[in-house]
Nanobody, 123 residues
Framework: QVQLVESGGGLVQAGDSLRLSCAAS????????MAWFRQAPGKEREFVAA????????PYADSVKGRFTISRDNAKNTVYLQMNSLKPEDTAIYYCAADRTYWGTQKSNYAHWGQGTQITVSS
């Protein structure tokens, strides 16, 4: 079983930066594919970024490209999401996801999820 715990959320102003962390435990999570998704009020959960075990990164969601950076530290079993130049439209619950074999943008294909962390960006 894989457990994922997100942290680093909070209330910030537009233009600020935040770094989210996702600590993974359980199986050999260092070989898992990891991703960040987010869900705004009244909207579907959407893909943000994904990274595989070797550090290769999929194209970011257009809405965050150039502002967000995903990274991982396999020694710490932790994935990060550095978020710069935050905008009010980035307000959402951010979820960490992991899968042993799938690496993509489809949320339904990720087997493991964290509980989410709230990001609120005020204008």
């Amino acid at each position: 079983q894989v457990q994922l715990v997100e942290s680093g959320g909070g209330l910030v102003q537009a233009g600020d930066s935040l770094r989210l962390s996702c600590a993974a435990s359980g199986r050999t999570v260092s070989t898992y594919r990891m991703a960040w998704f987010r869900q705004a009020p009244g909207k579907e959960r959407e893909f943000v970024a994904a990274i595989n075990w070797s550090g290769s990164i999929l194209p970011y969601a257009d809405s965050v490209k150039g502002r967000f950076t995903i990274s991982r530290d396999n020694a710490k079993n932790t994935v990060y999401l550095q978020m710069n130049s935050l905008k009010p439209e980035d307000t959402a619950i951010y979820y960490c996801a992991a899968d042993r074999t799938y690496w993509g943008t489809q949320k339904s294909n990720y087997a493991h999820w964290g509980q989410g962390t709230q990001i609120t960006v005020s204008s």
